[in-house]
């Protein structure tokens, strides 16, 4: 059974970093893209950046890329999501998610998510 937790949210002030968690359990993901979410309040489940599991292959929405790096410990099975000089418009609940096959940005196609984190960026 594949459990995805994640671990990381908190308060911070503009301009901080942080770095969620992610500990992926359950199964080999070896073959399988591993994606980070967020959703803010009123809003759609949005793409934030995914990594390819075995390769390490990246890829990020545009209003993140330059400010998160997403990342793994293969050995460890656990995904990260470093996050710098943070904005008030990325608080949202960030979400871990895993599918096997190839890399997508669409929700609906991830087959494995974990229950979410919180982050909250003040101005």
């Known amino acids: 059974q594949v459990q995805l937790v994640e671990s990381g949210g908190g308060l911070v002030q503009a301009g901080d970093s942080l770095r969620l968690s992610c500990a992926a359990s359950g199964r080999s993901f070896i073959g399988y893209v591993m994606g980070w979410f967020r959703q803010a309040p009123g809003k759609e489940r949005e793409f934030v950046a995914s990594i390819t599991w075995l390769g390490g292959t990246t890829s990020y929405a545009d209003s993140v890329k330059g400010r998160f790096t997403i990342s793994r410990d293969f050995a460890q099975g656990v995904l990260y999501l470093q996050m710098n000089s943070l904005k008030p418009e990325d608080t949202a609940v960030y979400y871990c998610?895993?599918?096997?096959?190839?890399?997508?940005?669409?929700?609906?196609?991830?087959?494995?998510w974990g229950q979410g984190t919180q982050v909250t960026v003040s101005s």
């Open positions: 998610a895993a599918r096997p096959g190839a890399r997508t940005t669409v929700p609906q196609d991830y087959a494995y």
